[in-house]
């Protein structure tokens, strides 16, 4: 990327979990600022720009209830996601172990189905909400945390309810995985990498040949 590439980015990002777990709050949360309570159930790509450290940021965010995102591993839905997405925000709420159960088998489909599609390495965010519930609590951080760490994925907790800037964090977060992701793939060698990577092979023939 060079000169006003390099300070523009877009990136898709889906939004899976449970029902209840506060998947709209926090989605509405990092859009508006806002905690409203309710949400309703109508699926909803939210689309919004904002800059940060002088580069413009356009993402495209994929929020639908928990009923209409068949996420099963055979699903055209699912694959429709997964195609279309450059990361992941799995939400779960602290007070409820069966939606943390599910975080864990979301992961396993999606790396299913990106490995089934031949795709590269998705980001994904794993985001416990409810933080505000902390005497309801139910699974640990470290829980949460350990899961990130076996998975490769991000961790973050979260109360969509009280804190706007914890929500923030996880988007940043996540987009920042996503520029590293795509400059993996699409940083191109150089000169000055192809000249180095050259003299290491040279330097091995060398050394073989004592
Ligand atoms: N205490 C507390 N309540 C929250 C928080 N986030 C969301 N809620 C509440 O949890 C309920 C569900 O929130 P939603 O954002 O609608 O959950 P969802 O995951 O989008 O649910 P579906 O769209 O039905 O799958 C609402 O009553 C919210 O007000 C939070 O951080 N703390
Ligand atoms: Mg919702």
Redesign the pocket.
Known sequence: MTGLNALKMDANIV?L?????????????FLTRR???????IETIYSHSFSVDGRELTLSIW?????Q?DISTSSSLCEKRLQWADGFVL?Y?ICDRASFNMVTRLIQSIKATKEYMGLEKVPIAIVG?????HHRRTVLSEEGRLLALASGCQFFE??????YHSVIMVFHGLVDRIRESRSVIKKPAGIKGIVKSMSAVFARRRTDSL
């Open positions: 939004v979990g449970t029902d209840n777990v506060g998947k709209s709050a926090v989605t509405v949360r905690f409203i309570g309710e949400y309703g159930d929020d639908s209830p928990y009923s995102q939400v709420s909400n409810k933080r505000d519930l979260v109360s969509a309810a009280e804190n």
